[in-house]
Nanobody
Framework: QVQLVESGGGLVQAGGSLRLPCAAS????????MGWYRQPPGKQRQFLASMSSSGTTNDADSAKGRFTISRDNAENTVYLQMNSLKPEDTAVYYC?????????WGQGTQVTVSS
């Protein structure tokens, strides 16, 4: 079973940036979608962005303009670049992989934005 490992989370001041990588444990099928979700404290998990293996992206309104998803198929890794961070971006950020209708999740990485 594919395992996803996120990293790059931490404490950052408002206005700062973070880059979250998510590495898959094995080669991902060329027909797949990798993406990012987040779960703020006390709230449900929210979709942020995704990218297909062909490069097609899909971004939530909350991510547009500040967050950018990218993908390195050769390294089986997806990245989330987050700029101009706000305290309301504080959440656990999860990596997601969809392959042939099956969802895989990472363990999550905590991002805390201080004001």
């Amino acid at each position: 079973q594919v395992q996803l490992v996120e990293s790059g989370g931490g404490l950052v001041q408002a206005g700062g940036s973070l880059r979250l990588p998510c590495a898959a444990s094995e080669r991902i099928s060329i027909i797949s979608e990798m993406g990012w979700y987040r779960q703020p404290p006390g709230k449900q998990r929210q979709f942020l962005a995704s990218m297909s293996s062909s490069g097609t992206t899909n971004d939530a309104d909350s991510a547009k303009g500040r967050f950018t998803i990218s993908r390195d198929n050769a390294e089986n890794t997806v990245y989330l670049q987050m700029n101009s961070l706000k305290p309301e971006d504080t959440a656990v950020y999860y990596c997601n992989l969809k392959v042939l209708g099956v969802n895989f999740w990472g363990q999550g990485t905590q991002v805390t934005v201080s004001s």
